[in-house]
């Protein structure tokens, strides 16, 4: 799990575990998604935060709900 | 707008810049226009046949097109673009109050008074802009 700090808030994601569990590279997603692969590695490690359409897509793509992905978590 | 389209369009300005750009060397070469319209016009022609001929290979190349629309559409890419912009703005309104008070202290008042005068147009400027913005939602 990475953390993306934004003001108080942090948001959790788990796209590198669910990469890894589908078999595909970065740049695959990042190709997939129509961003590059720098993207994904700054979302990855939690120093950039997706804007919604990008989470959308990225939970579209790995066929789960957007709060499976980003988990968002107040005061933590 | 498709991303292949707008390259196209974009294939059209740099034809007309190479236009424009001829026009106004053979009227400089013809005595109509004056000396600086000569520099004007190759820089014009020049810049604009150099990418018309880079737009020109990315379009026959199908993979340089993919790479190059995700490049210019990528979200992270535009933060950073957008991001540089706002430091540039920071940056030089700093650096134009510090050159108005250096200005001033050596007595180039004229300069400084330029360069004030810069400062509260790009503030303007500035203030128009957020209006818009705000208004547009």
């Known amino acids: 799990m990475f953390y993306i700090l934004e003001g108080d808030d942090f948001l959790k994601n788990r796209i590198r575990e669910l990469r890894k569990a589908m078999g595909i590279t970065q740049d695959e997603l990042a190709r997939?998604?129509?961003?590059?692969?720098?993207?994904?590695?700054?979302?990855?490690k939690g120093t950039y935060c997706a804007s919604l359409p990008l989470a959308h897509k990225i939970a579209a793509f790995f066929g789960e709900s957007i709060e499976n992905v980003f988990i968002f978590e107040e005061d933590q | 707008?498709?991303?292949?389209?707008?390259?196209?369009?974009?294939?059209?300005?740099?034809?007309?810049?190479?236009?424009?750009?001829?026009?106004?060397?053979?009227?400089?070469?013809?005595?109509?226009?004056?000396e600086v319209f000569l520099s004007f016009?190759?820089?014009y022609a020049a810049c604009?046949?150099?990418?018309?001929?880079?737009?020109?290979?990315?379009l026959s190349d199908p993979e340089k097109l993919k790479k190059l629309e995700i490049e210019s559409t990528d979200e992270r890419n535009i933060m950073i673009y957008n991001k540089a912009i706002r430091w540039a703005y920071l940056i030089?309104?700093?650096?134009?109050?510090?050159?108005?008070?250096?200005?001033?202290?050596?007595?180039?008042?004229?300069?400084?008074?330029?360069?004030?005068?810069?400062?509260?147009?790009l503030f303007v400027l500035y203030i128009i802009c957020y209006a818009v913005l705000k208004a547009k939602g």
């Open chain 1, 32 to 44: 997939s998604l129509g961003v590059t692969r720098q993207t994904i590695i700054a979302i990855e």
């Open chain 2, 1 to 34: 707008m498709e991303f292949k389209k707008k390259m196209k369009i974009n294939m059209i300005y740099y034809a007309l810049l190479v236009v424009i750009g001829a026009a106004l060397a053979v009227l400089q070469f013809t005595g109509y226009m004056p």
């Open chain 2, 41 to 43: 016009g190759c820089a």
């Open chain 2, 48 to 58: 604009g046949l150099a990418m018309l001929i880079k737009n020109g290979r990315i």
């Open chain 2, 92 to 121: 030089f309104v700093y650096a134009a109050a510090a050159a108005i008070m250096i200005l001033e202290f050596v007595g180039m008042k004229e300069a400084a008074v330029t360069v004030a005068l810069t400062l509260c147009a």
